[in-house]
């Protein structure tokens, strides 16, 4: 059973357009084309329709000026608040507005009724704290009901509010909020560290007031502090529903961050409000009959787009607990008699890689369409919907926080086609552009906005001249919304999106700009031209790889030296990360008729795609020439090494040939060719070292590496090796004083500290504790490879207090040392942990099952999952030599997990990750529980585990970060 009306409530809205056009719009695209070429009709239709309370004048709909620089109805005034929580006719006041559910502890209802004297009475309580029209609100709390009734009650105060969750970490909280310059700080306690607190307050200097949620002990601060439930309001509130200009600021949001610091976007609260109820009633036919929960934070849009949805009288259910497995929100889609359920693609792909069904499992009657965003939905997915939960509307929606709504989402009227989203989003003219800014119809251009809409940001924080808002949206086409994304439109209005636009490259996760490439390549006198494009990475699925196209100069020739010069100049003037994987030379580059360079063009024929622009290009024959330079050759035909004069101990050189190939793809080389030259990275070099202690049984230190990084080389530093009895605690870096110890990593190896120990700002030594892993071919323990460990930290040092840091398995062993020295009565300064994951063993039964079914792919892909996806992609297994490394991790992956830490009393400093899996919940309560003094500050990049290709926090591009922070906090 379903509970939606029987006639989809954009019916009723098509007749009311009718009578204002004059004319019938029997069709989704008739109607759209209304909604955008009529804008003063559709907006004010829309707002006399929705039934909003609103006051003033709707005759100005839209001010002169373009997308950039026109506001919609300057002269009506409203409240979000009261717009949300206002008595509705038809509704019963004890209907529920919303359910939070909790992990652990039982569910808050709150009914419209309610909801509306909380909302009020906190309303009143933050205006005696001194909360003004115009201030800002910093709020940092789960996803609760709290969350909600302080959010509400400063926005009906008029003021904006900025939101985001506990565990961010207090660096990541300050590079948005300090931007807010907030008056009041708002914080819900739960999960936070326990430094959060000062560090905010310290550094958010405008705070007048701290106002906590929670019922920990309150803070000792330098500003005012109270908690809320200790505040008394009226028992009988009055209504605090003061209407406001309608682009009046309501929420703060922030864009990623990606190229410098977070903008901070002001939404209106009138744009925000219009553009959620014509998304939830008309493309959503979201009705009082509803239940929706979406599953989300408070630090993404789609919870104020959820919250949005008490305006048309819904039920809106609020999640703040783990998803501990597939199961987990399909039941609480059906405890709570769900209707509308949003998701993401990342959910979907779990529980079908789980061969989880949940129509078999748990009671779906009630629900009646499922929505997703965040990622592209995949065609395979859509299937999987239908086989797994039942034949209901999959809804594709996509757009940003930068617009805090959808441009393309769903249509009650239209049947769903998988792999696509179903219509543009009404009164939004929205279309896919070519280079020249002309529409296109069925292939893939950038997406743009070509007419104002009201959900536009107000502007950006910290922007007076709007310079950054101007250059963020409309430097490409003036005027003209610009997304940064790639979208094709069928003629049926339906659209998938392709991708970001802006031609800046993603290569494992590193973000470069191609005019970097090119500044530096003004140094290499053969290239005439040049174009950098991004390719899958044949070799590791759903990775990325950079491809140099060069166009040479009359008389110049291309060969291996050539190439091995233009990746030398590269990696010395721009960075390592600018090296090509593959350099070819082509006859031309993809150019448009007026002469303009068509990356998107060289791109699809660099993975083999259909150029969808072909027709568009001066010179289309140069696609064939640019597929047949990159077409690889075949892996498994062995070219041989070319070898000169003086190349050392050949029977060496011999047993190194295949894993140095085999490491660079194939690439032929020399014994005196450099391996960066050839196109190696540093993540290739880690794998090599790797190997060659697999293989040969012999630890090459990674300085020592580059100091000569030739085939020739490795061959002398292996020889070299062989002949000299390692040390059993090497010294890294000389020194004075107590020395730190670092702890071998999951291949009992040292190389992974090598750019932490150089940028570590410290006087003192720092040694490395290597031991081995395995014993007459059994692995050893933890507590083995602990007791080992302490046995040679001695020699160096015979007695505490004890410095240790150690990297994911090395952390473990670290951390196993400390509760051993502990034990035995020793001091120990210093424990830093860098994004140790709490073993499996450590974990309650609900965190071990997240663990298992999140699979943390990041840290170890199994065979068979990497088949999986190999064979979903339709790329290449991997290299059979490379299943040695992946082994031995995976043997040391499964002794942590075997071992169950220990309580330590003593400091703790937890380094964590700032890009960590999203879906596993604050894994931090492991150590908690057995570390109660764990100090946990935030550090940039991945957890980046061997075949992980996004940058690590020990990557070049953070490991600076990580080693000021751990020099700042080094004991």
């Known amino acids: 059973m379903t509970l939606a009306p029987t006639v989809p409530q954009l019916a009723g809205f098509r007749a009311r357009c009718e009578e204002v056009a004059g004319a019938d719009l029997p069709t989704p695209g008739a109607l759209h084309a209304f909604s955008v070429e009529q804008p003063d009709q559709f907006w004010r239709t829309l707002l006399e329709w929705s039934e909003l309370p609103w006051s003033g004048s709707a005759d100005v709909v839209l001010t002169e000026g373009d997308v950039e620089t026109a506001r919609f109805f300057p002269d009506v005034r409203l409240n979000y608040a009261e717009a949300l929580l206002r008595p509705l006719p038809g509704v019963d006041d004890d209907a529920p507005a919303i359910t939070a559910v909790h992990a652990g502890r039982p569910a808050e209802r709150l009914s419209r009724g309610r909801l509306r004297a909380e909302v009020q009475r906190t309303a009143t309580v933050l205006a005696g704290l001194g909360l003004r029209e115009g201030d800002r609100v910093v709020l940092v709390a789960p996803n609760t009901a709290r969350t909600v009734v302080l959010t509400l009650a400063a926005a009906a105060l008029g003021a904006?509010?900025?939101?985001?969750?506990?565990?961010?970490?207090?660096?990541?909280?300050?590079?948005?909020?300090?931007?807010?310059?907030?008056?009041?700080?708002?914080?819900?306690?739960?999960?936070?560290?326990?430094?959060?607190?000062s560090v905010l307050v310290a550094g958010l200097p405008t705070v007048r007031r701290l106002l906590v949620l929670d019922d920990r002990p309150l803070p000792v601060a330098e500003v005012p502090v109270d908690r809320l439930s200790d505040l008394d309001g009226p028992?009988?509130?009055?209504?605090?529903?003061k209407r406001r200009p309608f682009d009046t600021p309501l929420f703060v949001m922030f864009s990623s961050g990606t190229t410098g610091p977070p903008k901070a976007m002001v939404h209106g609260a009138g744009g925000t409000l219009l553009e959620h109820v014509k998304?939830?009633?008309?493309?959503?036919d979201l009705s009082p009959a509803d239940t929706?929960?979406?599953?989300?934070?408070?630090?993404?849009?789609?919870?104020?787009?959820?919250?949005?949805?008490?305006?048309?009288?819904?039920?809106?259910?609020?999640?703040?607990?783990?998803?501990?497995?597939?199961?987990?929100?399909?039941?609480?889609?059906?405890?709570?008699?769900?209707?509308?359920f949003g998701t993401s693609p990342a959910y979907l792909q779990l529980c079908q890689d789980g061969a989880y069904r949940p129509a078999g499992a748990v009671d779906l009657s009630r629900l009646r369409a499922v929505l997703s965003t965040g990622a592209v939905l995949h065609d395979w997915q859509f299937d999987w919907l239908a086989e797994a939960v039942g034949p209901l509307p999959v809804q594709s929606v996509s757009g940003g926080t930068d617009i805090i709504g959808c441009f393309v989402l769903g249509s009650p009227e239209l049947p769903v086609r998988r792999g696509r989203c179903q219509v543009r989003s009404l009164g939004l003219d929205v279309a896919a552009v070519d280079e020249e800014g002309r529409e296109v119809i069925g292939a893939v251009g950038e997406l743009v906005c070509r007419r104002p809409f009201p959900s536009r940001p107000v502007g950006f924080l910290r922007d007076p001249d709007g310079a950054r808002f101007h250059a963020s949206y409309f430097a490409a086409h003036p005027g003209t919304w610009t997304h940064g994304d790639l979208v094709d439109f069928d003629p049926d209005g339906s659209a998938r999106l392709h991708g970001r636009s802006d031609g800046v490259l993603n290569v494992d996760g590193l973000r470069i700009g191609p005019s970097e490439v090119y500044a530096a390549l003004r140094g290499v006198p053969e290239v005439a031209d040049a174009m950098a494009v991004e390719q899958r990475d044949p070799d590791r699925p759903g990775s990325s790889r950079m491809v140099l196209l060069v166009v040479l100069r009359a008389g110049a020739r291309f060969d291996d030296d050539l190439a091995r010069g233009i990746r030398r100049t590269l990696r010395q003037e721009a960075s390592a990360a600018h090296v090509p994987s593959v350099v070819v030379a082509v006859p031309e580059l993809p150019l448009t008729h007026n002469g303009k360079r068509s990356e998107r063009a060289a791109r699809d024929a660099v993975n083999g795609d259909p150029v969808l622009n072909a027709a568009a290009l001066r010179n289309p024959q140069c696609l064939e020439a640019i597929r047949a330079a990159v077409r690889a050759p075949d892996p498994d035909v062995a070219a041989p090494v070319r070898t000169g004069p003086g190349t050392p101990d050949p029977a060496v050189l011999e047993d190194l040939r295949p894993l140095w190939r085999d490491v660079l793809h194939g690439t032929e080389t020399g014994p005196e060719d450099d391996f960066f030259d050839s196109g190696g990275t540093s993540r290739q070099v880690m794998s090599l070292l790797r190997r060659v202690r697999l293989d040969l049984g012999v630890d090459?230190?990674?300085?020592?590496?580059?100091?000569?990084?030739?085939?020739?080389?490795?061959?002398?530093?292996?020889?070299r090796a062989r002949s000299a009895a390692a040390p059993e605690?090497?010294?890294?870096?000389?020194?004075?004083?107590?020395?730190?110890?670092?702890?071998?990593?999951?291949?009992?190896?040292?190389?992974s500290y090598a750019g932490l120990v150089q940028h570590l700002e410290t006087e003192r030594p720092i040694h490395g504790i290597q031991v081995p892993l395995t014993h007459e071919g059994r692995r050893r323990t933890v507590v083995e490879v602990a007791e080992d460990a302490v046995a040679r930290l001695r020699l160096v040092q015979p007695a505490g207090p004890y410095s240790l840091l150690g990297y994911s398995f090395?952390?473990?062993?670290?951390?196993?040392?400390?509760?051993?020295?502990?034990?035995?009565?020793?001091?120990?300064?210093?424990?830093?942990?860098?994004?140790?994951?709490?073993?499996?063993?450590?974990?309650?039964p609900a965190e071990a099952r997240a663990r298992r079914w999140v699979g943390r792919v990041e840290t170890v892909l199994s065979g068979e999952g990497r088949a999986a996806l190999t064979r979903r992609l339709g790329l290449p297994a991997r290299r059979e030599s490379a299943a040695t490394e992946?082994?031995?991790?995976?043997?040391?992956?499964?002794?942590?997990?075997?071992?169950?830490?220990?309580?330590?009393?003593?400091?703790?400093?937890?380094y964590l990750a700032e890009d960590r899996p999203p879906l596993v919940g604050n894994s931090l309560a492991a150590w908690r529980r057995v570390a109660p003094h764990l100090l946990v500050t935030e550090v940039p990049g991945h957890h980046g585990d061997h075949n992980d290709g996004r940058p690590s926090v020990l990557s070049a591009r953070f490991v600076g970060s990580l080693a000021a922070r751990v020099s700042a906090t080094l004991r």
């Open 700 to 719: 090459v230190p990674l300085p020592e590496f580059l100091t000569e990084p030739t085939l020739a080389g490795l061959t002398r530093a292996v020889c």
């Open 235 to 241: 028992t009988e509130p009055e209504p605090v529903w």
């Open 160 to 197: 904006a509010v900025a939101t985001a969750v506990p565990d961010m970490g207090a660096a990541a909280l300050l590079g948005r909020f300090e931007q807010v310059e907030p008056a009041l700080l708002v914080l819900d306690r739960a999960g936070m560290a326990d430094d959060t607190v």
């Open 729 to 751: 605690v090497p010294l890294l870096r000389a020194g004075r004083g107590r020395p730190v110890f670092v702890l071998g990593d999951a291949w009992g190896q040292l190389n």
């Open 886 to 910: 992946d082994e031995f991790f995976q043997g040391s992956y499964e002794t942590a997990n075997c071992w169950r830490p220990v309580p330590y009393a003593g400091a703790v400093t937890y």
């Open 279 to 284: 998304e939830h009633r008309l493309h959503g």
């Open 810 to 844: 090395g952390g473990l062993v670290a951390y196993a040392m400390a509760t051993a020295l502990q034990a035995a009565g020793e001091p120990v300064g210093y424990l830093g942990l860098i994004d140790v994951l709490p073993p499996l063993a450590a974990l309650t």
């Open 292 to 340: 929706l929960y979406f599953h989300t934070t408070t630090a993404w849009m789609m919870w104020n787009w959820q919250l949005s949805a008490l305006a048309v009288g819904a039920h809106v259910i609020l999640y703040d607990g783990p998803v501990s497995g597939p199961e987990t929100l399909w039941q609480l889609v059906a405890d709570h008699g769900v209707t509308v």
